[in-house]
Structures are given as C-alpha cells and as structure tokens.
Antibody, heavy 119, light 110 residues
Framework: EVQLVQSGAEIKKSGESLKISCKGS????????IGWVRQMPGKGLEWMGI????????RYSPSFQGQVTISADKSISTAYLQWSSLKASDTAMYYC????????????WGQGTLVTVSS | QSVLSQPPSASGTPGQRVTISCSGS????????VYWYQQLPGTAPNLLIY???QRPSGVPDRFSGSKSGTSASLAISGLRSEDEANYYC???????????FGGGTKLTVL
C-alpha cells in the first residue's frame, strides 16, 4: 500500500527558515516524481513543483520558482520542501503527492502539513 | 485565476445525477489526460478519476469521467450526502511544463 507520511504542523515567525518532510513507502521511491501542492486557507490547490528522486531532477511552477526549494533523500525515501525566509503569506496547508509514473499527475497524497507564519 | 476553469459550486438532491465541468486549452486538456480529485472537509485530496475516465479501485462506479476536445466532465449519479465535498480537475500543461488545477467546485447535497 502506497503511503506518504508528512511531518507535523509548524508555527513560525516571519523571516525564519523551515523544512518539512514527506516519507514515502509501499512503492519504489525512485520510480516516481514526487512533489508539493499548496492550499491556502479556504482556497484551491496550487501545484508548486516536483523532484525525481533517482537523479534529483527538479521542476518548479513559475509561481514558486525562487521562493522554495524541493529536495529528496532517496536513501530514506523522503522528500522535502524548504523555505529560507518565511512570510505571513506562506501560511497554508502543504500536501506532498506522488506523481503517476506515466502521466506525471498526482495519484497518491500525504495527509498535509499545516504551516502557520505569524508576522 | 486558475488555468483550468470549473464552476465554483454545484448542487443536487439525493439520488440525482450531477455533472461538473472543467475547461482548458490545447496545451493541457486538449493534449493530455485529465484527473479528478475529491476533497472531503478537513482532509487531503483523494484521486477519483485518472486518465480521463478510469476509476482507481475502491471508487464507486457512480463516479465517471469524460473528455472532449479541451473540456472534461465529472458525473456523479445516485447522489449521496457523503458526496458533499470539493472536486478538482487537473492536467499536465505542455506550455507551462507543470501540473495545472481547476479552481475547484463545491458540491452541496440538498
């Protein structure tokens, strides 16, 4: 059974750094792209970007390029989403999602990590 | 403004059939597969339809998907109260080289 387990909720201040994680199991971690989707309070889904753990090839949505860093450690089947300087507008739920091998669209989702940034 | 367009809301009574539309362009729906997700209140999205019209195991056959040109639709027949949720369409966009989502449709079961 494919499972994606994300790290717990975070409460941070503006300007602080943060790295959240997503551990995959039940499939070969290096065979699928894995990525992140943002959902701001009361809003829809926004695709942020993906990484291919086998070679760390990374793609970003233009909206998030330069704002976050996506990485992965294939030795422990874990993907990461990182901010160097958080803003209040980064307050949102963040979902990791395995992407289908053939179509590169999300097929399995993590439970979400709520990030709250206070100014 | 989402790349894929969905109606913000839809509604129906128990037992009815409802459809939710998703409109795109030649760079996304017109040339790639459409996926649909159901997001129940307070939970993560869940895959409902993949490759335009395929259901993952465990998804009832009351849910069906179709695609024509640059538009797609999700149909729910025999509507039930537990179908009350937000529904999102998604596709790969060749111009943006990334996944694009619809803005979501909130389905209310009256």
């Amino acid at each position: 059974e494919v499972q994606l387990v994300q790290s717990g909720a975070e409460i941070k201040k503006s300007g602080e750094s943060l790295k959240i994680s997503c551990k995959g199991s039940g499939y070969s971690f290096t065979n699928n792209w894995i990525g992140w989707v943002r959902q701001m309070p009361g809003k829809g889904l926004e695709w942020m970007g993906i990484i291919y753990p086998r070679d760390s090839d990374t793609r970003y949505s233009p909206s998030f390029q330069g704002q976050v860093t996506i990485s992965a450690d294939k030795s422990i089947s874990t993907a990461y989403l990182q901010w160097s300087s958080l803003k209040a507008s980064d307050t949102a739920m963040y979902y990791c999602a395995r992407h289908s091998e053939s179509t590169v669209i999300p097929d399995y989702w993590g439970q979400g990590t709520l990030v709250t940034v206070s100014s | 403004q989402s790349v894929l367009s969905q109606p913000p809301s839809a509604s129906g009574t128990p037992g009815q059939r409802v459809t939710i539309s998703c409109s795109g362009s030649s760079s996304n729906i017109g040339s790639n597969y459409v996926y649909w997700y159901q997001q129940l209140p307070g939970t993560a999205p869940n895959l409902l339809i993949y490759r335009n019209n395929q259901r993952p195991s465990g998804v009832p056959d009351r849910f069906s998907g179709s695609k024509s040109g640059t538009s797609a639709s999700l149909a729910i027949s025999g509507l039930r109260s537990e179908d009350e949720a937000n529904y999102y369409c998604a596709a790969w966009d060749d111009s943006l080289s990334g996944v694009v989502f619809g803005g979501g449709t909130k389905l209310t079961v009256l």
